[in-house]
Protein backbone atom coordinates (compact mmCIF):
# COMPACT_ATOMS: atom_id res chain seq x y z
CA UNK A 1 0.00 0.00 0.00
CA UNK A 2 2.77 2.16 -0.37
CA UNK A 3 3.10 3.67 3.35
CA UNK A 4 5.57 3.29 6.32
CA UNK A 5 3.56 4.50 9.34
CA UNK A 6 4.39 5.31 12.67
CA UNK A 7 4.47 1.98 14.58
CA UNK A 8 1.78 3.10 17.24
CA UNK A 9 -1.60 1.87 15.95
CA UNK A 10 -4.80 2.85 16.48
CA UNK A 11 -7.07 -0.24 16.78
CA UNK A 12 -10.63 0.23 16.82
CA UNK A 13 -13.01 -2.35 18.29
CA UNK A 14 -16.79 -2.85 18.33
CA UNK A 15 -18.08 -4.46 21.71
CA UNK A 16 -19.23 -7.09 19.91
CA UNK A 17 -15.78 -8.64 19.81
CA UNK A 18 -16.85 -9.67 23.70
CA UNK A 19 -20.48 -10.91 23.08
CA UNK A 20 -20.18 -13.82 24.68
CA UNK A 21 -23.89 -14.94 22.59
CA UNK A 22 -21.81 -15.04 19.63
CA UNK A 23 -20.04 -18.00 18.75
CA UNK A 24 -17.15 -16.19 16.63
CA UNK A 25 -17.06 -13.59 19.79
CA UNK A 26 -15.96 -14.11 23.71
CA UNK A 27 -13.19 -14.78 25.27
CA UNK A 28 -11.23 -17.08 22.89
CA UNK A 29 -11.59 -14.61 19.83
CA UNK A 30 -10.08 -12.20 22.11
CA UNK A 31 -7.21 -14.36 22.77
CA UNK A 32 -6.91 -14.88 19.50
CA UNK A 33 -6.73 -11.16 19.02
CA UNK A 34 -4.18 -10.92 21.97
CA UNK A 35 -1.87 -13.38 20.05
CA UNK A 36 -1.74 -11.65 16.85
CA UNK A 37 -0.81 -8.09 18.71
CA UNK A 38 1.51 -10.24 20.51
CA UNK A 39 3.41 -11.34 16.95
CA UNK A 40 3.11 -7.57 15.95
CA UNK A 41 4.44 -6.18 19.08
CA UNK A 42 7.84 -8.36 18.57
CA UNK A 43 8.05 -5.99 15.37
CA UNK A 44 8.03 -3.05 17.58
CA UNK A 45 4.30 -2.14 16.78
CA UNK A 46 2.71 -0.04 20.10
CA UNK A 47 -1.00 -0.74 20.13
CA UNK A 48 -4.13 2.04 21.04
CA UNK A 49 -6.95 0.03 21.18
CA UNK A 50 -10.65 1.72 21.15
CA UNK A 51 -13.51 -0.37 22.93
CA UNK A 52 -17.10 0.36 21.69
CA UNK A 53 -19.68 -1.02 24.15
CA UNK A 54 -22.41 -2.21 21.85
CA UNK A 55 -22.32 -5.73 23.46
CA UNK A 56 -24.05 -4.21 26.82
CA UNK A 57 -25.70 -0.95 25.85
CA UNK A 58 -26.63 0.95 22.29
CA UNK A 59 -28.53 4.06 22.20
CA UNK A 60 -30.48 3.22 19.39
CA UNK A 61 -31.22 -0.37 20.44
CA UNK A 62 -33.19 1.11 23.64
CA UNK A 63 -35.07 4.40 21.79
CA UNK A 64 -38.34 2.45 23.33
CA UNK A 65 -37.18 2.65 27.02
CA UNK A 66 -37.28 6.64 26.69
CA UNK A 67 -34.19 7.37 28.46
CA UNK A 68 -32.75 10.82 28.82
CA UNK A 69 -30.40 10.98 25.80
CA UNK A 70 -27.59 12.16 27.86
CA UNK A 71 -28.50 9.44 30.56
CA UNK A 72 -28.11 7.08 27.56
CA UNK A 73 -25.28 8.16 26.15
CA UNK A 74 -23.49 7.65 29.53
CA UNK A 75 -24.52 4.40 30.05
CA UNK A 76 -22.81 3.64 26.45
CA UNK A 77 -19.75 5.15 27.71
CA UNK A 78 -19.47 2.71 31.17
CA UNK A 79 -20.02 -0.03 28.87
CA UNK A 80 -16.97 0.37 27.14
CA UNK A 81 -15.18 1.11 30.91
CA UNK A 82 -16.31 -2.24 31.59
CA UNK A 83 -14.57 -3.47 27.83
CA UNK A 84 -12.11 -2.00 28.64
CA UNK A 85 -11.08 -3.52 31.58
CA UNK A 86 -11.55 -6.90 30.33
CA UNK A 87 -9.35 -5.96 27.31
CA UNK A 88 -6.46 -4.85 29.83
CA UNK A 89 -6.83 -7.84 32.26
CA UNK A 90 -7.05 -10.97 29.60
CA UNK A 91 -3.89 -9.10 27.59
CA UNK A 92 -2.09 -9.10 30.56
CA UNK A 93 -2.87 -12.30 31.01
CA UNK A 94 -1.48 -13.13 28.00
CA UNK A 95 2.01 -11.32 28.87
CA UNK A 96 1.07 -8.61 26.63
CA UNK A 97 2.01 -4.89 29.02
CA UNK A 98 -1.32 -3.08 29.16
CA UNK A 99 -2.43 -0.55 30.61
CA UNK A 100 -6.19 1.58 30.51
CA UNK A 101 -7.72 4.84 30.93
CA UNK A 102 -10.85 6.34 30.41
CA UNK A 103 -12.28 9.81 29.20
CA UNK A 104 -15.38 9.83 31.57
CA UNK A 105 -14.09 9.95 35.18
CA UNK A 106 -14.32 6.70 36.68
CA UNK A 107 -11.01 7.43 39.50
CA UNK A 108 -12.23 3.29 41.34
CA UNK A 109 -10.96 1.43 37.77
CA UNK A 110 -9.36 3.66 35.64
CA UNK A 111 -7.03 6.74 35.61
CA UNK A 112 -8.69 9.21 33.43
CA UNK A 113 -7.23 10.25 30.27
CA UNK A 114 -5.12 13.29 29.15
CA UNK A 115 -2.64 12.82 26.00
CA UNK A 116 0.58 13.94 28.41
CA UNK A 117 -0.21 10.89 30.68
CA UNK A 118 -1.40 8.93 27.79
CA UNK A 119 1.76 8.89 25.67
CA UNK A 120 3.95 8.36 28.70
CA UNK A 121 2.06 5.48 29.37
CA UNK A 122 2.66 4.67 25.88
CA UNK A 123 6.13 4.25 26.09
CA UNK A 124 5.51 2.20 29.09
CA UNK A 125 3.70 -0.55 28.18
CA UNK A 126 2.86 -1.54 24.33
CA UNK A 127 -1.11 -1.77 24.55
CA UNK A 128 -3.09 1.26 25.86
CA UNK A 129 -7.18 0.95 26.19
CA UNK A 130 -8.73 4.05 25.96
CA UNK A 131 -12.22 3.48 27.23
CA UNK A 132 -14.80 6.06 27.38
CA UNK A 133 -15.59 7.34 24.26
CA UNK A 134 -14.55 11.06 24.37
CA UNK A 135 -16.01 11.67 27.79
CA UNK A 136 -19.43 13.32 26.38
CA UNK A 137 -22.62 12.44 25.16
CA UNK A 138 -23.55 12.70 20.96
CA UNK A 139 -20.41 11.35 20.08
CA UNK A 140 -19.71 8.30 18.58
CA UNK A 141 -16.35 5.60 19.63
CA UNK A 142 -15.09 6.30 16.21
CA UNK A 143 -14.66 10.26 16.81
CA UNK A 144 -12.60 9.11 19.90
CA UNK A 145 -10.62 6.95 17.99
CA UNK A 146 -9.86 10.15 15.14
CA UNK A 147 -8.96 11.73 18.36
CA UNK A 148 -6.56 9.56 20.50
CA UNK A 149 -4.68 8.65 16.66
CA UNK A 150 -3.96 12.12 16.64
CA UNK A 151 -3.54 12.72 20.41
CA UNK A 152 -0.93 9.61 20.41
CA UNK A 153 0.83 10.06 16.80
CA UNK A 154 -0.69 6.71 15.37
CA UNK A 155 0.39 6.09 11.55
CA UNK A 156 -3.06 4.06 11.27
CA UNK A 157 -6.16 3.44 11.94
CA UNK A 158 -7.27 -0.11 11.77
CA UNK A 159 -11.30 -0.71 12.11
CA UNK A 160 -11.96 -4.16 12.57
CA UNK A 161 -15.35 -4.78 11.21
CA UNK A 162 -16.96 -8.65 10.02
CA UNK A 163 -17.29 -8.04 6.53
CA UNK A 164 -14.28 -8.01 4.20
CA UNK A 165 -14.52 -4.77 2.57
CA UNK A 166 -16.34 -1.20 2.46
CA UNK A 167 -19.55 -1.61 0.47
CA UNK A 168 -21.66 0.74 -1.43
CA UNK A 169 -24.48 -0.83 0.03
CA UNK A 170 -24.90 -3.68 3.02
CA UNK A 171 -23.35 -6.83 2.00
CA UNK A 172 -25.63 -8.38 4.65
CA UNK A 173 -28.87 -7.71 2.85
CA UNK A 174 -27.96 -7.22 -1.21
CA UNK A 175 -25.77 -9.75 -3.14
CA UNK A 176 -25.02 -7.18 -5.59
CA UNK A 177 -23.13 -5.03 -3.26
CA UNK A 178 -19.56 -3.88 -4.66
CA UNK A 179 -16.84 -3.31 -2.33
CA UNK A 180 -14.26 -0.85 -2.61
CA UNK A 181 -10.59 -1.87 -2.24
CA UNK A 182 -9.42 1.54 -1.71
CA UNK A 183 -11.17 4.86 -1.60
CA UNK A 184 -10.17 9.01 -0.44
CA UNK A 185 -11.82 10.59 2.70
CA UNK A 186 -13.97 12.71 0.60
CA UNK A 187 -15.14 10.07 -1.49
CA UNK A 188 -16.35 8.30 1.94
CA UNK A 189 -18.11 11.50 2.66
CA UNK A 190 -19.30 12.14 -0.88
CA UNK A 191 -20.99 8.63 -0.96
CA UNK A 192 -22.16 8.41 2.64
CA UNK A 193 -20.81 5.23 3.32
CA UNK A 194 -21.45 5.28 6.43
CA UNK A 195 -17.93 2.89 7.44
CA UNK A 196 -17.56 5.62 10.28
CA UNK A 197 -19.02 8.91 11.21
CA UNK A 198 -18.31 11.67 9.33
CA UNK A 199 -16.96 13.53 11.88
CA UNK A 200 -14.20 10.86 12.69
CA UNK A 201 -13.47 10.80 8.75
CA UNK A 202 -13.36 14.43 8.56
CA UNK A 203 -10.69 14.53 11.66
CA UNK A 204 -8.79 11.42 9.57
CA UNK A 205 -8.50 13.69 6.44
CA UNK A 206 -7.72 17.22 8.14
CA UNK A 207 -4.84 15.16 10.22
CA UNK A 208 -3.54 12.51 7.00
CA UNK A 209 -4.41 9.52 9.03
CA UNK A 210 -5.11 6.67 6.42
CA UNK A 211 -7.63 4.15 7.54
CA UNK A 212 -7.86 0.45 6.68
CA UNK A 213 -11.33 -1.63 7.23
CA UNK A 214 -10.99 -5.29 7.59
CA UNK A 215 -12.55 -7.87 8.78
CA UNK A 216 -11.37 -9.21 12.16
CA UNK A 217 -12.93 -12.19 12.11
CA UNK A 218 -10.83 -14.10 9.62
CA UNK A 219 -7.68 -15.77 10.84
CA UNK A 220 -4.69 -13.31 10.64
CA UNK A 221 -6.32 -10.95 9.29
CA UNK A 222 -5.35 -8.19 11.67
CA UNK A 223 -1.77 -8.72 11.04
CA UNK A 224 -2.27 -8.54 7.86
CA UNK A 225 -4.27 -5.25 7.93
CA UNK A 226 -1.10 -3.93 10.02
CA UNK A 227 1.76 -5.42 7.71
CA UNK A 228 0.01 -3.76 4.74
CA UNK A 229 -1.36 -6.72 3.24
CA UNK A 230 -3.59 -6.46 0.26
CA UNK A 231 -7.00 -7.20 2.09
CA UNK A 232 -9.41 -4.50 3.83
CA UNK A 233 -10.29 -1.10 2.13
CA UNK A 234 -7.51 1.83 2.70
CA UNK A 235 -9.01 5.44 3.32
CA UNK A 236 -6.42 8.05 2.43
Known sequence: MGRKPSKRI?????????????KKAGLKFLKNIA??????????YKFVIIIGGGNIWRYRDNIDL??????SDHIGMLATI?????IKDV????????????ALSAPAVMDLYNPS????????????VCSGGTGKPFVTTDT?????????KCGLIAKATNVDFVYDKDPNKFKDARPFKALTYKEVIEKKLGIMDLNAISL????????????????????KAILGKRIGTIIN
Do not use: Q
Not at 82 to 86: A, F, P, Q
Not at 144 to 152: F, G, P, Q, T, W
Open 10 to 22: LLKLSGGVLDWNN
Open 35 to 44: KEIKDLIKSD
Open 66 to 71: KLDRVD
Open 82 to 86: VNGLI
Open 91 to 102: FNSEGIKTKALT
Open 117 to 128: HANKLLELCDVL
Open 144 to 152: AAAMRAIDL
Open 204 to 223: CMTNKIPIIIFNLYKKENLK
